[in-house]
């Protein structure tokens, strides 16, 4: 079925187009995380997301997809979405270009991957860091809770 330009459409699982938008968009959100704020952050990994449903926007000399993310389980608490613009001219060099990520790469989640990359467990001051919460935290355990064992790492 055929939409008139401007309008919104919906699109089938299998659409060709839409696979390969959703297959750039995770390489492109991939590649913004690894420059969020100083920190290189931990991939989306393909497989915490299914296509909950895509959407196409024909705009004459490109297209607009629109991809809904929905995560697999529930240790991904976010959806997604992401808009991508798709070139109907193949002279283009980027014939794809993601357009709009919600919420931002950035901000997606995936808790311990992310701190194991912004902080190397095997450097000094991560490990000087650790000893010195372990001190601090059974200090106060021994005033709160003195029936309490010490903390060990």
């Known amino acids: 079925s055929h939409c008139a330009k401007g309008q919104w459409c919906a699109l089938p699982a299998n659409f060709l187009s839409a696979r390969e938008a959703f297959e750039f968009a995770l390489l492109r959100v991939n590649e913004m995380r690894q420059k969020c704020?100083?920190?290189?952050?931990?991939?989306?990994?393909?497989?915490?997301?299914?296509?909950?449903?895509?959407?196409?926007?024909d705009m004459d000399g490109y297209s607009v997809y629109k991809l809904l993310l929905n995560p697999v389980n529930k240790f991904i608490p976010t959806a997604l979405e992401i808009e991508v613009a798709h070139l109907h001219r193949?002279?283009?060099?980027?014939?794809f270009q993601v357009t709009k990520v919600k919420p931002a790469a950035c901000s997606l989640?995936?808790?311990?991957?992310?701190?194991?990359?912004?902080?190397?467990?095997?450097?000094?001051e991560t490990k000087e860091a650790a000893e010195l919460s372990r001190r601090v935290l059974n200090e106060q355990r021994k005033i709160l809770c003195p029936e309490r064992p010490s903390l060990q790492l």
């Open 90 to 95: 193949i002279t283009d060099l980027s014939i």
């Open 109 to 124: 989640f995936s808790e311990a991957d992310d701190a194991e990359l912004m902080v190397p467990t095997d450097w000094k």
């Open 37 to 57: 704020n100083g920190f290189a952050l931990a991939p989306v990994r393909r497989q915490d997301y299914v296509v909950a449903g895509t959407v196409r926007k």
